[in-house]
């Protein structure tokens, strides 16, 4: 089966503060894709990353990075120098092979404080 | 480009009701999608289109729940009769070509329907 668990539920920080978002998923397919998105409070979903299995680099936008290690099933977001436009829902999720369905986890809410 | 439509974007019904949303995705893009999201929870798959056809409703109620997309464009989803566990937002989604696998697509969102069951 397969899951993706976002333990933190709701993140306060403070404007300029790095902030870093967990997500843990679990699959027994040997390619698949994870990926994050951010829902603003107007709701759509936009998307941040996708990453295959098999292309561990970290990868850096501006003030997002991304660290993918699959030793731990991990697929960590960090925020650099946070903003308070960056306050929104971020959501890890994962799509094994064979089909597109894509596994949310349940969210973690991140509020960056002025 | 315009981005994906979504309407209505609020509707309150009381349970036992039937309730439609529609969903038009951005020009050209051949694979729908509708999500279910839960109050505190992530996105569900109900529903993949590809053109005017079904690719994927495993996890669609279909006691109650119907999506059509009769000319590969525009879709609807309906609730027929609604409990008051479908309160949620209904998202749509489109990309380009089949899914996500190909040449890196990404899904595009809506802004969801937000239905209230009472």
């Known amino acids: 089966a397969q899951k993706v668990t976002q333990a933190q539920t709701e993140i306060s920080v403070v404007e300029k503060e790095d902030v870093t978002l967990d997500c843990v998923y679990e699959t027994r397919d040997t390619t698949y894709y994870l990926f994050w998105y951010k829902q603003p409070p107007s709701g759509e979903l936009v998307f941040l990353i996708r990453r295959n299995s098999f292309d561990e680099q970290n990868e850096i936008s501006g003030r997002y990075s991304w660290n993918f290690q699959k030793s731990t099933s991990s697929f960590n977001f960090t925020i650099t120098a946070s903003q308070v436009v960056d306050s929104a829902v971020y959501f890890c999720?994962?799509?094994?092979?064979?089909?597109?369905?894509?596994?949310f986890g349940k969210g973690t809410r991140l509020h960056i404080l002025p | 480009e315009a981005g994906v439509a979504q309407s209505p974007r609020y509707k309150i019904i009381e349970k036992r009701q039937s309730v439609a949303f529609w969903c038009n995705p951005i020009?050209?893009?051949?694979?729908l999608y509708w999500y279910q999201q839960i109050l505190g929870q992530g996105p569900k798959l109900l529903i993949q289109?590809?053109?005017?056809?079904?690719?994927?409703d495993s996890q669609l109620p279909k006691d109650r729940f119907s999506a059509e997309r009769l000319k590969g464009v525009d879709s609807t989803l309906k609730i027929q009769p609604a409990k008051l566990e479908d309160s949620a937002v209904y998202l749509c989604?489109?990309?380009?070509?089949?899914?996500?696998?190909?040449?890196?697509?990404?899904?595009?969102f809506g802004p969801g329907t937000r239905l209230t069951v009472l």
């Open positions: 289109f590809q053109n005017n056809g079904v690719v994927d």
């Open positions: 999720a994962l799509s094994g092979s064979g089909d597109d369905k894509i596994i």
């Open positions: 020009s050209g893009h051949a694979t």
């Open positions: 989604a489109s990309t380009p070509v089949r899914g996500h696998r190909e040449n890196n697509n990404e899904q595009f």
